[in-house]
């Protein structure tokens, strides 16, 4: 996949589809989820912060596959525990998104997942 067709997919939506492996069943569980990209990175917000499952199931397995506008690729997640940075990024949602609507959806901010783009 080249780099530009990357960048365009994810210019042209504020959703991507994150499938991870289920840390228990083995199986892959895909859900729509915000971003904020920022250079080569991509950061993921869990709505439900560390109790989500797809951030425990990425803390088990950290190999995931993302989508969007038709371009999928398969990167190795890594979690963001640290409190500032996390705030960063919780802040740079809130700027892409909207604070009310940040607020209507995520009920735990406490940790984010970092992707390097290909």
């Given at each position: 996949?080249?780099?530009?067709?990357?960048?365009?997919?994810?210019?042209?939506?504020?959703?991507?589809?994150?499938?991870?492996?289920g840390r228990k069943s083995g199986r892959p569980h895909s859900n729509p989820v915000w971003f904020v990209?920022?250079?080569?990175?991509?950061?993921l917000?869990?709505?439900?912060?560390s109790d989500?499952?797809?951030y425990k199931n990425v803390l088990a397995k950290p190999t995931i596959r993302l989508a969007a506008e038709g371009t999928e690729w398969t990167a190795?997640?890594?979690p963001v525990k640290d409190a500032?940075?996390?705030r960063e990024i919780v802040?740079?949602?809130?700027?892409?998104?909207?604070?009310?609507?940040?607020?209507?959806?995520y009920s735990k901010l406490d940790t984010a997942v970092?992707?390097?783009l290909p």
């Open positions: 996949m080249a780099r530009k067709e990357l960048q365009k997919a994810l210019e042209a939506t504020d959703e991507i589809q994150l499938t991870v492996t990209h920022k250079g080569d990175t991509l950061y917000i869990p709505v439900r912060g989500s499952e797809w190795r997640a890594r500032s940075r996390v802040d740079a949602l809130r700027a892409a998104h909207g604070a009310d609507e940040v607020k209507r959806y970092e992707v390097a």
